[in-house]
């Protein structure tokens, strides 16, 4: 392929042209000079980088490279905070396992939105077995998009809330490398590198990632047991990609390998503290969490091509994941009676009432396991999963006259797969130590949930002058498998097919050269799992949006009213929700929420202002209200819903959330800050479960970023997270009050050669 | 670029509008026929229950199966706190009828255990409402303490905890309760039971015994007095309402959404007998199932260890059972007989499964029975004659095992989440 062909339907043209949708016709229709522009950002990315207002309809926000490395961020939580319209329920306080939700859906385990690594489903399982509890490294990503409202009907199967997207490191167009050492409280340090380069078309990339931590939770006793003595975790990264670029004529073709790895060990628990506890040390773990431990590895194949001309753009991937993890952690006591058994959700919700005090002293380490019912069940839920398939995306752009088309198609072929092996051991609380009670293992659940799935979709995107209209359909083809494996229960299996076709509609109409105003709707879909009964239905909503955009190249605003009108909002029993129901031997059980109504407003704008000649200050507001409402009343015995009277609002959804950033750059420093409000958020929507009336409260969180660069020696950087170390509940689940990250300092080096 | 014409485009528009317009879902499945228990509808009786009048089935067992069962409770318990108050001026008098006034007081103690252990297969309603916490109150095993008891003993008898006067109402429910009544009726010594002198009453083993069993059996009436309190709000609480609300399941008056949801709330209590009399009475004991010393037989998992009482329970929680199932009834061919679920079977075409049904319960009372007849107690039973609690273990299970398929494959109902699969 010719150099000048190569440069201009480079790389990065293809790449964001790849899985597609707006982005194609916001490259194409770009002219010559922002496809240079583009030429230079990364590869396999949704959204473009222009300056110009963009013209799709549908809430899109990108996350660049420049803008991650101002807090150099590890948590996902924390980068999402300046994206409107984005529900989070902390865990961990290092967002180790986001809960991530979009307009209102549950952010459990990230379960309810698509969460893609470079346009390519990611999360373990993402048909059979949604829960994200593999979630990619995000200090590695070198951008982040979001995507809510119709132009979700293209990244299924989630389609109810959006899509996340996060894009590794592109092969570089010439030599170049990093390294980044980082230091931090609690024993954290990090060691990032990358080296990669291209030569006559063929680039390489190899990027290693190890961050570590001793935790900022002391363990009761934990010195004396036999369990790693802190609350820290280890993880590491490596990916390589290899890519081939060649073409003849106007068509140019891309092909690239990505290999991945990556693995972690966390000392992390499902249990909290009571209020009282974490009035008195927020930090503390209970002596019954000695025994938890994360651990897990992550293998990843990806092959790309792509072939484009000036009209058309196709990319092909190829792609296989495996995932195989074990998590043990304290589950609760054994069951004596059901008279007498309690949840520890209901123990740390009330330690002091009835019969949760013996439980509690037993936890606590306090009280010695004399009897059966004062022994623990340690879980270690063992799961094996694969997620892989081929997809392929097409874009075709046709004009005439002041009339354009740009028509996207795509295909997926795709198989996942969950296989899990449960047990649980018996533990004994001898001198606040976790000890074996005895050797017997049982065996909780030994089983498979495996999905087949063909996924299509087209889209065109018809412009006429200033208006832009979209009209597209997604349809979802699922045949799936449940299969007991435990001895006797071969009969014990489930198939399914499913099929539905989900539309979705929007036009853009441009009122100047940097405002325009858009509307959409389309319908929203997250399939059950292959282990569910046909009764239980398929979650489905009908979503719609009104909005405004302006952009004059240097200030940016987004406002979007949305409303989604859930025909059913679906649940599922897990034990990150709370224990009552998998205890009961209802993991994974799903729940019919019925009719809901989630409504709200999302806003952003962002600018810079000019203090000197030399001297800027960037800042940016996001601000998010949220309403929601159940429409019928309904008893469940589903942990975050309880007895629910019409009225009564979804949990973990706070009614207002603000993000104001803003800083001092420079050409050489660079000073930021971000400040976030999240209003106060129920922990359960009714009545009649252990959260009920129970609320986290509204709090603030300030951190602090500052970084210099000495040009041909490398950059320094320092950040303190939560500068004011605020101490807030985020959330009782799993089980008990769970602390936000205390103030936590940071200092880097970073070099680039 | 391709020129395209103004039909092309309509086309396109209109295969657009119309794929927008065309949506829909459908989804076909099988499954095998273990697939969540076999309760899938199809394989229930389902429509076959409405010639039953379940309406009448509610009323019947509120009125002639659980109030008297409760009401006779109380009658228990108050005779019971009369008998304790009666032993207990004894032991503060040294009286010469004090060895019969405290066998008395066991007794009494006994006869209450006896009815409450039918109603442990009868929690319905009030008792399984604020997580059982009237049921924990009146009586807490598995979860007792009796070094918690021994300390209330203690504060009892200083007349306050930590400077506010002592309120057994307020004190957590293994400090009470025929399980804390037990021990001061039948413990042994008067020393305490805790494992650790510091959270005993300071030099409790110290003071003279006299001293010690009158402070004992002065808290002994003050936890008769609560139970009998407790046993009164029970009934009060079926009588004032519960009993209504119950027995008009479906209307607008009623919490309960439909009938079935009723019967199904009554079901639920049955299934005590699998989890909890099965499992932890018998097959945890003899070591049929895993336990607190690791699989072998264990004493210290015996209920009513102190008064041997644990053979007359286990008989005791089948009669309940009978009464449910009969309709106040331990035989079918009693007079007294009313509307249970043997009649809902017959309704649906049942009849062999509810005689089957009735024969091995019958089987199972008889064997708890006939253990007793010898003397035999179930400490005696585990450690010396374990084949006997086998036997008795799978007269229970064959009474389970029939329970579980009825209720699901003839009578449509869910079994509670315990005794959903397999516990064996």
């Known amino acids: 392929m010719s150099k000048s062909i190569s440069n201009q339907f480079s790389v990065s043209k293809v790449a964001s042209s790849i899985l597609i949708a707006f982005s194609a016709f916001a490259v194409n229709a770009q002219d010559s000079g922002e496809k240079q522009e583009d030429d230079t950002i990364e590869h396999i990315q949704i959204i473009s980088h222009t300056t110009k207002l963009r013209t799709e309809a549908g809430s899109a926000t990108l996350i660049d490279e420049m803008e991650l490395e101002k807090f150099e961020y590890d948590d996902i939580h924390r980068i999402l905070a300046n994206v409107p319209g984005v529900n989070i329920r902390q865990e961990d306080g290092y967002g180790l396992r986001p809960n991530i939700g979009f307009r209102g859906v549950t952010p459990e385990r990230s379960k309810k939105i698509s969460i893609m690594e470079d346009g390519v489903l990611i999360g373990p399982a993402p048909y059979s077995a949604p829960a994200a509890y593999y979630f990619p490294t995000v200090s590695r990503m070198t951008a982040v998009e979001v995507f809510k409202g119709p132009s979700a009907i293209k990244h299924g199967p989630n389609t109810v809330a959006g899509a996340l997207n996060m894009n590794t490191r592109s092969v570089p167009s010439s030599n170049e490398g990093m390294i980044d050492i980082g230091l931090g409280s609690d024993a954290y340090s990090k060691l990032h590198a990358y080296y990669g380069g291209e030569s006559q078309g063929v680039g390489y990339l190899v990027e290693g990632l190890h961050t570590q931590a001793d935790g900022f939770k002391e363990i009761d006793n934990a010195s004396m047991s036999s369990f790693d003595p802190d609350s820290g975790f280890d993880k590491n990264d490596l990916m390589t990609k290899f890519s081939y670029e060649f073409g003849s004529g106007n068509v140019s073709q891309f092909l690239e390998l990505k290999l991945a790895y990556a693995d972690e060990t966390s000392n992390e628990t499902y249990l909290g503290l009571t209020d009282n506890d974490f009035e008195n040390n927020p930090y503390r773990r209970y002596a019954a969490t000695q025994v938890g431990l994360m651990d897990w590895e992550h293998k990843q194949f990806q092959l790309t091509h792509n072939i484009s001309s000036e009209s058309v753009s196709i990319t092909t991937r190829l792609y296989h994941n495996d995932f195989t993890r074990a998590w043990r952690k304290v589950n609760g006591f054994r069951s004596a009676s059901p008279a007498t058994d309690r949840s520890l959700q209901e123990v740390l919700a009330a330690p002091e009432e009835g019969l949760n005090q013996e439980y509690y002293q037993v936890l606590t380490g306090q009280k010695d396991s004399e009897s059966l019912f004062e022994q623990l069940l340690v879980g270690t839920n063992d799961r094996d999963y694969y997620s892989q398939g081929v997809q392929s995306d097409a874009s075709y752009v046709i004009s005439d006259g002041d009339l354009q088309h740009v028509i996207e198609t795509g295909v997926r072929f795709h198989k996942d797969e969950i296989t899990r092996n449960h047990f649980e051991d018996v533990y004994a609380m001898t001198q606040a130590v976790m000890t074996r009670a005895s050797n017997d293992r049982e065996f909780t659940s030994q089983n498979y949930e495996r999905s087949t799935a063909t996924s299509v979709y087209a889209q065109d995107t018809i412009k006429w002058k200033s208006l832009e209209v979209t009209a597209g359909v997604r349809g979802e083809f699922v045949d799936s498998k449940y299969q007991n494996l435990k001895a006797g229960f071969e009969s014990d299996w489930l198939t399914k097919t499913t099929r539905i076709w989900l539309p979705g509609v929007s036009a853009f109409y441009q009122l100047s050269d940097h405002a325009g105003i858009f509307a959409g709707a389309h319908e929203g879909y997250v399939p059950t799992s292959p282990k569910q009964a046909p009764e239980v239905l398929p979650e489905s909503s009908t979503n719609f949006e009104l909005g405004g955009r302006f952009n004059n190249g240097t200030t940016k605003a987004e406002l979007v009213a949305f409303f989604n009108d859930f025909e059913n909002l679906k649940e599922s029993c897990s034990f990150s929700t709370s224990a009552s129901c998998a205890n009961a031997g209802r993991v994974d059980e799903e729940y019919n929420g019925g009719q809901v109504d989630v409504y709200g407003l999302e806003a952003s704008v962002s600018s810079q202002l000019s203090l000197t000649d030399t001297i800027d200050i960037p800042w940016a507001v996001t601000y998010t209200h949220t309403g929601s409402e159940f429409k019928q009343a309904l008893n469940s015995t589903f942990e975050l819903w309880g007895d629910i009277a019409v009225g009564d609002e979804v949990p973990y959804l706070p009614d207002n959330q603000l993000t104001v950033s803003f800083g001092l750059a420079s050409n050489d420093w660079q000073v930021s800050m971000m400040v976030k409000y999240v209003g106060e958020m129920q922990e359960a929507a009714g009545a009649n479960v252990s959260l009920s009336g129970v609320s986290t409260k509204a709090h603030t969180v300030v951190d602090l970023a500052a970084s210099y660069d000495f040009a041909d020696y490398g950059s320094i950087y320092a950040k303190v997270d939560n500068i004011t170390d605020e101490v807030a509940v985020v959330s009782r689940r799993p089980f008990g009050a769970r602390p936000s990250k205390p103030q936590q300092l940071f200092v880097g080096y970073k070099y680039r050669f | ?424």
């Open chain 2, 1 to 424: 670029m391709k020129h395209i014409s103004k039909s092309t485009l309509l086309t396109l528009v209109t295969t657009s509008t119309l794929l927008v317009s065309g949506c829909g879902e459908s989804t076909s499945s099988s499954a095998g026929e273990s697939f969540n228990q076999g309760s899938d509808s199809s394989n229930s009786g389902g429509d076959q229950t409405l010639v039953f009048d379940k309406a009448t089935f509610l009323s019947d067992i509120t009125d002639h199966v659980l109030i008297p069962t409760y009401k006779s409770f109380e009658s228990l318990a108050m005779e019971q706190a009369q008998a304790i108050n009666t032993f207990c001026a004894a032991q503060i008098s040294n009286s010469a009828e004090l060895t019969a006034q405290k066998e008395s007081a066991q007794m009494s103690w006994r006869q209450a255990m006896n009815q409450w252990q039918q109603i442990e297969v009868m929690q319905v309603g009030p008792l399984t409402s604020d997580s059982n916490a009237l049921r924990n109150k009146i009586y807490s095993w598995p979860v007792t303490n009796q070094c918690a008891v021994d300390q209330d003993v203690g504060h009892y008898e200083n007349g306050s905890i930590n400077g506010a006067a002592y309120d057994i109402t307020r004190r957590t429910e293994t400090r009470k309760g025929l399980d804390a009544l037990e021990y001061l009726l039948f413990a042994p010594n008067a020393n305490h039971s805790c494992s650790n002198a510091s959270l005993a009453p300071s030099g409790w083993n110290d003071r003279p015994e006299s001293e010690r069993l009158v402070a004992r059996c002065e808290f002994a009436v003050e936890v008769a007095n609560d139970l009998v309190i407790n046993a009164s709000s029970l009934v009060s609480q079926w009588q004032d309402g519960y009993a209504a609300n119950i027995k008009s399941a479906g209307s607008q008056s009623s919490d309960f959404g439909s009938q079935e949801e009723a019967i199904n709330h009554i079901s639920d209590a049955i299934f005590y007998i699998d989890s909890v009399t099965k499992d932890a009475k018998v097959a945890a004991p003899v070591g049929l199932k895993d336990n607190s010393c690791g699989s072998a037989a264990c004493i210290a998992d015996i209920e009513s260890n102190m008064s041997n009482n644990a053979l007359a329970n286990v008989e005791n929680n089948l009669v309940g059972l009978s009464k449910l199932f009969l309709g106040n009834a331990v035989d079918a061919a009693d007079e007294d007989k009313k509307i249970g679920f043997d009649d809902f079977l017959v309704a649906v075409d049942a009849g062999d499964e509810a005689d089957q049904m009735i024969a091995k319960l019958i089987a199972a009372i008889e064997i708890s029975q006939a253990l007793q007849a010898q003397g035999t107690t179930m400490q005696d039973a585990v450690q010396n004659n374990p084949q006997s609690v086998q036997e008795l273990h799978q007269n229970i299970k064959n009474v389970t095992d029939e329970l579980k398929s009825v209720f699901i494959s003839n009578l449509a109902l869910q079994l509670p989440a315990t005794s959903a699969g397999d516990n064996d």
